[in-house]
């Protein structure tokens, strides 16, 4: 008994020097933030770190939010409340932030600052601060957090975390050339699994003094990254070809409507795009303003509210203009373009000139990663809306007697008078439809694009041109002429450019038209009547 209670105090004593040894490595840092210097603040960071002082983690955060301060000989941290502690107890102090200077940082600082966060949190009780702290030290690649790595990955649980924290350490390893050439092999096969332009730059500079074995291995893990990069970042200008194609369809379906039943060349209806998105904007202040527990699902507020006001403009505009100039498709155009110009003053005169802000909602706010490429929860919204706005037009043209009439006016409009049908109030009714869509699909581009006076007229060229592509008044065109033009654009920007892609996209309608001039899903409508 006498032996082990000798053995536990001296067990003691060597803790307690070894906690006062730490305690004073970190007080011995401290003076090394006063100097100024560059170089001994990066020093003073390793050794904080190092210390593993209960405030060392409080301290390089102060640092690196520019909220360490010194002044007459010492340092403080400035807490959220705006209260000063000092660095060395972590007690409240009486000074005051006039009296002190907020340490200095460069980038060589903030990467020592990466460096020691990562190495403090690599042990933390939470999973998330593990993951952050293991990213950290992939992007410092800071060797002296190797041990602290190696205790980390030996007590890890969580399968995803301790992917992280090896793939942290292979960074580290596969650049160090005193590392063992196990290790250093070791690291390249947990990069080439990762996979990413990260992991590809980290193997694609090694040390010029690697030996041959490992330089080879590097160079077929890069080409296999590069291989399986460039299969993904086709697939993510694909999927960024949909996106593309379903904001043009919901832009083009609208025209399609009106186009196809009156064959009236409608150069406001991106106006009619604008006065929903900046619908969506009052709807948006609105709710902050008197309701804001409702703030997400106002999209789902605006979608009714846009449809309806854009429909009452559209039939106000076809009731009192363009219901004057039927087959007289040169004054029809002028007249609609000198609309858009008189809606987009009045928008300004109202909204004001500038870019007005639509917030997204959480709910579509972030992104899915699939293997290296990134879906955001808003444009896979605008992809599923724009399909469900397709598959309602079709069940209401199929199955109403409104699309009824609309289609049989667009089929055969002085047949269609002679059955009963009016077809001055199927106009009005299908331009109100045409602009109705056309307004929720304003709510839609609220999401991803500025909302401003101007907004409309990025689209309007292009839904004509997927209208006149799928062919006039069919829908099933519009869609497939949509999707083809906005991969096709998406699929050539990369090789082209963005202006020489679209142009390129113009002369190949241009040619397909000649060919065909009634798109790709001709319908019999009154223009080509005989």
Known sequence: M???????????????????????????????????????????????????????????????????????????????????????????????????????????????????????????????????????????????ALPTLAHAIAQESDPTVRQALQQARAAILVGKADASPGDRLEAVETLRVRGDQDALALLSNLPADSVPELTESARKAADGIRSRLAFWNVLQNVWYGVSLGSVLLLAAIGLAITFGTMGVINMAHGEMVMLGAYTTFVVQELIRTYVPGLFEISLFIALPLAFLIAGAVGIFIERTIIRFLYGRPLETLLATWGLSLILQQGVRTIFGPTNREVSTPVWMSGALDIGAMSLTYNRIAIVVFAFSVFAILLLVLRYTSLGLYMRAVTQNRRMAGSMGIRTNRIDALAFGLGSGVAGIAGVALSQIDNVSPNLGQGYIIDSFMVVVFGGVGNLWGTLVGSMTLGIANKLLEPYAGAVLGKIALLIAIILFIQRRPRGLFALRGRAVEA
């Not at 001296?10 to 560059?38: H, I, Q, S, W």
């Not at 502690?85 to 060589?108: C, F, M, W, Y």
């Not at 990467?111 to 990213?135: D, Q, V």
């Open 2 to 144: 006498i032996r082990l209670y000798i053995l536990l105090r001296v067990f003691v004593l060597l803790v307690g020097m070894t906690g006062v040894a730490l305690a004073g490595e970190y007080e011995d840092a401290l003076p090394k933030f006063t100097t100024g210097n560059y170089s001994d603040t990066e020093e003073a960071i390793g050794a904080v770190a190092a210390s593993r002082h209960p405030l060392s983690l409080a301290l390089i955060e102060a640092l690196q939010d520019g909220r360490l301060l010194a002044g007459m000989g010492q340092v403080f941290i400035r807490d959220a409340a705006g209260d000063l502690l000092n660095a060395e107890t972590g007690q409240p102090h009486g000074a005051t932030s006039r009296d002190l200077k907020p340490i200095r940082v460069n980038n060589r600082i903030r990467r020592a600052i990466e460096a020691a966060l990562g190495g403090l949190t690599l042990l933390s009780t939470n999973a998330g601060t593990r993951m952050e702290a293991a990213r950290a030290v992939f992007r410092s690649r800071d060797a002296a």
